[in-house]
């Protein structure tokens, strides 16, 4: 079996879909794609959804066959693009059965709390993550890592932990921890809020990072989203994460803890994304 990716891509420019997949890294793909004339002559491609898998020849040859009466043959020099709805094509990917979907059961654990999603859904909306979906792997999220205790998740960009909640064992208590610019010091009633949650503000031991503050504080994750409806804190999210990620995005490189990073539950995390905004236009 080939573990891989198998992916769906969106252009502003081509009424088509492109349903394909790889071994490859979802960014060295998506590069190679949008600098292929073929594909490039339609694109810019962009990611709209996707599955990690333990086959991904199988799931693709799937979906390939599902839409074949649908498959653009007019066009030289490509194979892949189906006259199909975006919203289709990921409904049916994600029939795809949960036996082949690499590190899922480690997903549903993390998961199947509504709090923990919201709180990651949040965490990932105001720090721009949903716009990074292509470089993957320079940013990294962990499911559950089994090397720190009693942490539920960890989220790197680069080299630098940039978010973590864990269980404190002794206490019982989940501590939730952020790196934020320091301009969240400008801000005394959310310093004042970190205070009354157990938590403090101190300098994050980043010698590349010198604006770098590290947050932590004490919550239950239903009450922990709270954190992000605080005065500053979505300012000083974006102005430390965006300037790391485009950093990231310049040097076109990979996290050395890539090898870890989860991409079934950033999967998970975008369609939770598109079901909330769905809600959210009906109300």
């Known amino acids: 079996m080939a573990k891989g990716f198998v992916y769906i891509l969106i252009s502003p420019n ?40 333990t086959d991904w020849r199988l799931v693709e040859g799937h979906l390939h066959r599902h839409f074949k009466e649908r498959n653009v043959r007019d066009i030289a020099g490509v194979q892949e693009l189906f006259c199909v709805p975006p919203h289709e094509a990921r409904k049916k990917l994600r029939e795809t059965d949960p036996e082949l979907r ?45 090397t720190a205790g009693g942490r539920w998740f960890t989220l790197n960009i680069g080299t630098h932990e940039v978010a973590f909640s864990t269980l404190k064992e002794d206490s019982g208590k989940f501590w939730h921890y952020l790196i934020l610019d320091r301009l969240i ?19 994050a031991d980043y010698k590349s990072a010198e604006r770098a503050l590290i947050i932590n504080f004490q919550e239950d994750f239903a009450n922990a989203e709270k954190i992000f409806q605080m005065p500053g804190v979505r300012r000083a999210l974006v102005a430390y994460w965006s300037e790391a990620l485009a950093d990231l995005r310049e040097r076109q490189t990979n996290s050395v803890y890539a090898r870890f990073h989860s991409y079934d539950a950033v999967s998970e995390l975008l369609e939770y994304k598109r079901v909330a905004e769905e809600h959210a236009a009906y109300i």
């Open 185 to 203: 010091l400008d801000f005394p009633e959310t310093i004042i809020w970190i205070g009354l949650h157990g938590g403090e503000v101190r300098e």
């Open 102 to 146: 690499f590190d899922f059961e480690r997903t549903k654990r993390l998961l199947k709390n509504p709090d923990v999603r919201l709180y990651l859904y949040r965490l990932f909306q105001l720090s721009g993550l949903f716009g990074n979906l292509d470089i993957q792997g320079a940013w990294t999220l962990s499911s559950l890592p089994s």
């Open 14 to 53: 081509s009424d088509a879909i492109k349903i394909g997949g790889t071994e490859q890294p979802i960014a060295e793909r998506l590069r190679g794609i949008n600098s292929t004339k073929s594909y490039a002559d339609h694109g810019p491609w962009q990611l709209s959804d996707f599955h990690h898998v």
